[in-house]
């Protein structure tokens, strides 16, 4: 249970909750949404208590896309799409003009539009969270709640998500608050942060959080640690031999260093040290020079010199 919880979201904002497991993300969006009552204390929507609204006027306000299965094979994707004109058309379900104009401009605005007239079950999970996603826009609410949206989505999907609750927020005005465990990409691309921790929230501009150390705080355990610098998770290295790394300042160099430490050696700058790895760029042809006590060896890409250094460590 949440103690001390008093926030507010401000129009126009993409919020990211974000908390360990089991710390009770989805149980904050729905008490938030109305769909269960708060232990205790109140939600208030826009300065009224959210019990006090009816539950089609609730409707009119709120989206909520949850993480449930979609359990809709035999129906179009406009069909699931038009049941977020529910709250406007009434139990009889019949579309007017303006409904489907506004069905059909939400699944422009997620570009599902060319799957309209396919089986939910024909399409993929990224457009099927698409399809979701769209019938919440249909429901012409300017505050749109989603339960981990890029859950069981390939990288690609997951940022095509992303970029697409920003294009509601920033182009269309809508206030969103999504859960998620992609840390990395909501620190990335949400305008605040409402993180969990110990029955409380604490929250900020992603930047913030990181500054102030609260994520390190929450998420650092024995074997994972959390890079302040580069906003990102690591496992914990356990580093053995050194190593040098000359060359200039470039990305391939960068990533060697990134290499280097993967492999569990630690860098140091001294110029005679051996062993010792020398990128060499030569117009767009870069070249990795290990040199060790019995003489120096030519590698034409990283993965080779992973497995001369293995060797060296075996």
Same mark, same amino acid.
């Given at each position: 249970?949440?103690?001390?919880?008093?926030?507010?979201?401000?129009?126009?904002?993409?919020?990211?909750?974000?908390?360990?497991? /089991?710390?009770?993300?989805?149980?904050?969006?729905?008490?938030?949404?109305?769909?269960?009552?708060?232990?205790?204390?109140?939600?208030?929507?826009?300065?009224?208590?959210?019990?006090?609204?009816?539950?089609?006027?609730?409707?009119?306000?709120?989206?909520?896309?949850?993480?449930?299965?979609?359990?809709?094979?035999?129906?179009?994707?406009?069909?699931?799409?038009?049941? !977020?004109?529910?709250?406007?058309? /009434?139990?009889? !379900?019949?579309?007017?003009?303006?409904?489907?104009?506004?069905?059909?401009?939400?699944?422009?605005?997620? !570009?599902?539009?060319?799957?309209?007239?396919?089986?939910?079950?024909?399409?993929?999970?990224?457009?099927?969270?698409?399809?979701?996603?769209?019938?919440?826009?249909?429901?012409?609410?300017?505050?749109?709640?989603?339960?981990?949206?890029?859950?069981?989505?390939?990288?690609?999907?997951?940022?095509?998500?992303?970029?697409?609750?920003?294009?509601?927020?920033?182009?269309?005005?809508?206030?969103?608050?999504?859960?998620?465990?992609?840390?990395?990409?909501?620190?990335?691309?949400?305008?605040?942060?409402?993180?969990?921790?110990?029955?409380?929230?604490?929250? !900020?501009?992603?930047?913030?959080?990181?500054?102030?150390?609260?994520?390190?705080?929450?998420?650092?355990?024995?074997?994972?640690?959390?890079?302040?610098?580069?906003?990102?998770?690591?496992?914990?290295?356990?580093?053995?031999?050194?190593?040098?790394?000359?060359?200039?300042?470039?990305?391939?160099?960068?990533?060697?260093?990134?290499?280097?430490?993967?492999?569990?050696?630690?860098?140091?700058?001294?110029?005679?040290?051996?062993?010792?790895?020398?990128?060499?760029?030569?117009?767009?042809?870069?070249?990795?020079?290990?040199?060790?006590?019995?003489?120096?060896?030519?590698?034409?890409?990283?993965?080779?010199?992973?497995?001369?250094?293995?060797?060296?460590?075996?």
């Amino acid at each position: 249970m949440l103690e001390s919880v008093n926030i507010e979201v401000h129009p126009g904002e993409l919020i990211a909750l974000i908390g360990r497991n /089991g710390s009770g993300k989805s149980t904050l969006l729905r008490t938030l949404c109305g769909l269960q009552e708060p232990l205790s204390g109140n939600v208030l929507l826009y300065h009224t208590y959210i019990r006090k609204y009816a539950i089609s006027e609730r409707a009119r306000k709120i989206a909520y896309v949850s993480t449930d299965t979609i359990h809709a094979g035999h129906m179009k994707v406009k069909d699931l799409v038009a049941l !977020g004109r529910t709250p406007y058309t /009434g139990w009889l !379900g019949k579309l007017s003009w303006e409904d489907n104009a506004i069905v059909l401009e939400a699944m422009e605005g997620v !570009g599902i539009v060319d799957k309209q007239h396919e089986f939910i079950d024909e399409i993929s999970d990224g457009e099927r969270q698409r399809t979701m996603i769209a019938r919440a826009l249909a429901q012409n609410t300017e505050l749109i709640y989603l339960d981990e949206p890029t859950a069981f989505l390939d990288v690609i999907n997951r940022f095509e998500i992303f970029h697409l609750l920003q294009y509601l927020t920033r182009d269309k005005g809508k206030t969103i608050i999504f859960s998620t465990h992609d840390i990395h990409a909501a620190l990335a691309e949400a305008d605040g942060i409402w993180l969990i921790e110990n029955k409380n929230i604490k929250y !900020g501009a992603p930047e913030d959080l990181i500054l102030s150390g609260e994520l390190e705080g929450i998420f650092n355990t024995e074997k994972v640690q959390f890079d302040q610098r580069n906003a990102s998770f690591t496992i914990k290295k356990i580093f053995g031999d050194t190593i040098g790394l000359e060359g200039d300042e470039s990305i391939e160099k960068e990533w060697t260093a990134k290499a280097l430490e993967r492999l569990g050696y630690r860098i140091e700058k001294d110029k005679d040290k051996i062993p010792s790895v020398h990128v060499l760029k030569s117009g767009e042809k870069t070249i990795w020079k290990l040199q060790k006590k019995s003489g120096s060896v030519e590698l034409k890409n990283i993965y080779e010199l992973s497995l001369h250094l293995r060797k060296m460590l075996n």
